[in-house]
Each structure stands twice: as structure tokens, then as C-alpha cells.
């Protein structure tokens, strides 16, 4: 979609010196893309109290098993 805006310059400079991207285009659609997932992913902060933590849980045993084909 094609679409006129005026951009701030010194955020543009600044979001090119942080991301390393070339165009304007790449930029502003990088910069929706982060917003996306940002506000999609679910803050831990509403997880508090909800999870429950096993006495004895291994994660090396998870990850020893991941690989292991029977």
C-alpha cells in the first residue's frame, strides 16, 4: 500500500543507526512488525501466580529426551 507521511528525521537516523537497515521502506516496516509482537506477546506480568513450579523439574532431563528417538 502506498501511503504519504511526514517522518520525524532524528528518529529516522536513529532507527537506521540501531537497525543497520537501508530505506525508509524497510525501517517503517520493521518498526509495525516490532510493534506487532510486542503488543502480541502475552506480558509475564499477567502471569504472576498463575504458574506453578515442580519440585525436582530437570530441564536437562527435558532436553537429554528431546533427543532421544526410541
Do not use: C, P, W
Not at 510493534?35 to 509475564?44: A, E, F
Amino acid at each position: 500500500m502506498k501511503t504519504n507521511i511526514d517522518l520525524d528525521e532524528e528518529l529516522l537516523k536513529q532507527g537506521f543507526a540501531i537497525t543497520g537497515l537501508r530505506t525508509k521502506k524497510e525501517l517503517v516496516n520493521f518498526a509495525l512488525a516490532e510493534l506487532v509482537k510486542r503488543n502480541t506477546q502475552k506480558d509475564l506480568l499477567e502471569l504472576a501466580g498463575e504458574i506453578e513450579f515442580i519440585d525436582g523439574f530437570s530441564t536437562d532431563r527435558v532436553r537429554h529426551n528431546r533427543y532421544v528417538i526410541d
